[in-house]
């Protein structure tokens, strides 16, 4: 059975950073892609950041700059995406989701980022 299983939220200042990482336990055949989602309270959730398996990687407008999304994927059952997110900002604020593309989505259960003084 897959788990993705995110770590590294927390409480960071304005301009603070935190470094995201989602681990995709089991046996994922041929991810195509990976990425991070966020919701912040009373909104849409939004794709962050995605990487694809040939490298390219894409950006929200809002995050383009900020965030570096990088993985490591050795086989089918070792999978992992990082959201470096740097010069954080109050709507940064938000649960953040990471996904994994293959035959189906997988998500993960979500971690809670918050950027406040």
């Known amino acids: 059975q897959v788990q993705m299983v995110e770590s590294g939220g927390g409480l960071v200042q304005p301009g603070g950073s935190l470094r995201l990482s989602c681990a995709a336990s089991?046996?994922?055949?041929?991810?195509?892609?990976m990425g991070w989602y966020r919701q912040a309270p009373g909104k849409e959730r939004e794709l962050v950041a995605g990487?694809?398996?040939?490298?390219?990687?894409?950006?929200?407008d809002s995050v383009k700059g900020r965030f570096t999304i990088s993985n490591i994927s050795r086989d089918n059952t070792r999978n992992t995406v990082y959201l470096q997110m740097d010069s954080l900002k109050p709507e940064d604020t938000a649960v953040y989701y990471c996904?994994?593309?293959?035959?189906?989505?997988?998500w993960g259960k979500g971690t809670l980022v918050t950027v406040s003084s």
């Open positions: 089991g046996s994922i055949f041929r991810i195509g892609a």
């Open positions: 996904y994994a593309d293959a035959r189906m989505t997988y």
């Open positions: 990487i694809i398996s040939g490298g390219n990687t894409n950006y929200a």
